[in-house]
Antibody, heavy 115, light 106 residues
Framework: EVQLVESGGGLVQPGRSLKLSCVAS????????MNWIRQAPGKGLEWVAY????????YYAETVKGRFTISRDNAKNTLYLQMTSLRSEDTALYYCARQEQLRYWGQGVMVTVSS | DIQMTQSPSLLSASVGDRVTLSCKAS??????LNWYQQKLGEAPKLLIYYTNSLQTGIPSRFSGSGSGTDFTLTISSLQPEDVATYYCYQYNSGWTFGGGTKLELK
């Protein structure tokens, strides 16, 4: 069974940093590209970042480019999102999702940016 | 960047109704479009991929159609468990979600 479990969220002050993790199981993690997608409270879905299976290709939404860094450790079956210079508008539920149609999603981890 | 516009934003329908949700792309995305269902408090679930391919386990009352810039998700006979927000998603150039259509029971 495919499972994606996010962690690392919490309350953080504006301008500070936070690192999210997504641990994958039930499939060969190193074979798939991965995404981070977020959803602000009461709002729609926003694609945030993508990383290819071997980390050769990385793309970001304009809203986070230069502040967020997506990475992965295939030996640990883990996807990461390093978030810096956080803003109130980054407050959201962050999901990791497997590429290939976004067929599988985690349950999400909440990030709240507030003073 | 490709923009995705869904309409209506809110749809009220009765059990048994045939329901049609619309999604329009700002430029040609061929058939690179998926539909997701998100129920309250849950992660999104893939319903339809590549415009009209039904994901395994999804009831056959769901169907998708379209190409280019205009796409449709149809529920042939609305069931109470279909109450949710539905999102379209393009992956032809970058990745973009539509704003969603909230479907409620009348």
């Amino acid at each position: 069974e495919v499972q994606l479990v996010e962690s690392g969220g919490g309350l953080v002050q504006p301008g500070r940093s936070l690192k999210l993790s997504c641990v994958a199981s039930g499939f060969t993690f190193s074979n798939y590209g991965m995404n981070w997608i977020r959803q602000a409270p009461g709002k729609g879905l926003e694609w945030v970042a993508y990383i290819s299976s071997g980390s050769s290709y990385i793309y970001y939404a304009e809203t986070v480019k230069g502040r967020f860094t997506i990475s992965r450790d295939n030996a640990k079956n883990t996807l990461y999102l390093q978030m810096t210079s956080l803003r109130s508008e980054d407050t959201a539920l962050y999901y990791c999702a497997r590429q290939e149609q976004l067929r599988y999603w985690g349950q999400g981890v909440m990030v709240t940016v507030s003073s | 960047d490709i923009q995705m516009t869904q309409s209506p934003s809110l749809l009220s329908a009765s059990v048994g109704d045939r329901v049609t949700l619309s999604c329009k792309a700002s430029q040609n995305i061929y058939k690179y479009l998926n539909w997701y269902q998100q129920k309250l408090g849950e992660a999104p679930k893939l319903l339809i991929y590549y415009t009209n391919s039904l994901q395994t386990g999804i009831p056959s009352r769901f169907s998708g159609s379209g190409s280019g810039t205009d796409f449709t998700l149809t529920i042939s006979s609305l069931q109470p468990e279909d109450v949710a927000t539905y999102y379209c998603y393009q992956y032809n150039s970058g990745w973009t979600f539509g704003g969603g259509t909230k479907l409620e029971l009348k």
